[in-house]
Structures are given as C-alpha cells and as structure tokens.
C-alpha cells in the first residue's frame, strides 16, 4: 500500500522529501537527548506536506496525525498557542477537508483534489473570520500567561489563514503556511535556548518553509492545467 502511496513521484519530490527527512532527523541528533515524540511528529511533518503539495488527500490524514503528536511537543514548554491552533483548529480543519477534498476531486484521473480560485469574496471572507479568531484567542493566550504572546498571536492568524485556505482548496494556503513556517521558526528558536531538543522543530519548520513554497507552485501549475482542461471540455 504504501509502494503506490509514494509510485508517482517525481524525483525533484523525492529529493526534497529525502532531504527534508535527513534534515529533521540530523538535528534531532544534535541535542543531548533523543526525543522520540518531536523526531516521529517531524517525520509525519514533512510526509504531510509532500502529500499535501500533490493534492492527495492522504496528506490531510497525515496532518490529523501531526497535530496531534506537535500538540504533545508543545504542551511540554507551555507553548499554549500551538497547542489551541493545531486541537481547536488544524487537527478538526484537516479532518474537514478529508471529506471536501474526497468530495471534490480533479477529473484528472490523478487522485488529486480540485483547486477553487482565490476570489475576491474569498479573500474578504478570509480577512473578516481571521481577524475574529485572532483578536478572541488573543485574550485567551494572554489569559494563560503564553510565552511570546505578540509572535504567538501572529502564529494564530497565519495557521488558521493558511488553514481555512486549505479547507477552501485555494493554492494560497501554501502562502499563509509560509509565513507560519517563519513565525514558528522564530519560536521554536527560542524554545532551542533553553533545550537543544526542540532544535528538531527548527529544522522542521525550516524544510516546511521549502515544501510549502514548492507546494504553492504545484498547486498554481495544476490549477493552470485543469482551468485548460475544463476549457476544452466546455
């Protein structure tokens, strides 16, 4: 099964999930102690996102795992805004856009999902939902003392953009994740002071970075080809 999860990709995908795989793992070695629970949710991490970048819905399957196993990393240092943004929205969006992405397939024969244009109303849709989410968790966070407050707010406004844009089926969700990549990032840092074994979510939210990018141009090349295909059908 897991032979013709991985048979149609393409060796640029097998060297970026080869590599991403090497990176997590290599700075995982970096620290004192191997921590078992931040190396396996890593790995679950970057398998998601190359999933996720060829519009398999098995990536979302992937990402209810992810969240749960990160969610168990973050609770350790009290990082309460990731633990809120991946139990009370990622983890039950990605469980949403299971049942989306089966619902709305390409056409293609490629077991892809069908991408939505980002339209205008989608966007103001976009702006209004997350302005509401992230002015109310906002007091929440500062209610439960969350270290970093004004980055972990901004951690909340970009997962939850990115999220919505995912549930959506719009390519620019691979944007907002981006940006969440470089938020977390620069937590995950922070965190790293302290303890060198959180230096696996660096590197891991590092290779996001670069998947999330390669994804974004993915998606924009397959919407491109089924917007022709739907010409021709028409």
Do not use: H
């Not at 056409?107 to 980002?118: E, L, P, S």
């Not at 590197?203 to 924009?220: E, G, P, Q, S, T």
């Amino acid at each position: 099964m897991l032979k013709n999860l991985f048979k149609d990709f393409e060796i640029k995908e097998w060297v970026l999930y080869l590599v991403s795989l090497i990176v997590v793992v290599g700075a995982n070695l970096l620290s004192d102690e191997i921590d078992v629970v931040n190396v396996i949710a890593s790995i679950f991490g970057v398998t998601m996102l190359i999933f996720i970048a060829k519009g398999k819905v098995f990536g979302q399957v992937l990402a209810v795992i992810f969240g749960l196993l990160y969610s168990v990393s973050a609770l350790r240092i009290s990082y309460y805004s990731e633990i809120i943004t991946y139990l009370g929205m990622s983890v039950p969006i990605a469980v949403f856009s299971i049942i989306t992405w089966l619902k709305n397939p390409s056409g293609n024969n490629d077991g892809a999902v069908k991408i939505r244009k980002f339209t205008v109303k989608e966007f103001l849709l976009l702006m209004v939902f997350a302005l509401v989410v992230t002015i109310g968790f906002y007091f929440i966070l500062k209610v439960l003392n969350t270290p970093n407050l004004v980055v972990a707010t901004i951690s909340i406004a970009t997962s939850f953009s990115a999220s919505y844009l995912m549930l959506r089926r719009i390519s620019y969700y691979a944007i907002a994740y981006s940006l969440n990549d470089i938020v977390l990032i620069v937590l995950w840092i922070i965190a790293s002071v302290n303890n060198l074994e959180n230096l696996t979510f660096v590197a891991c939210f590092f290779m996001f970075l670069f998947n999330d990018l390669y994804a974004f141009v993915r998606w924009k090349l397959r919407e491109s080809e089924q917007t022709k295909t739907k010409i021709k059908r028409a």
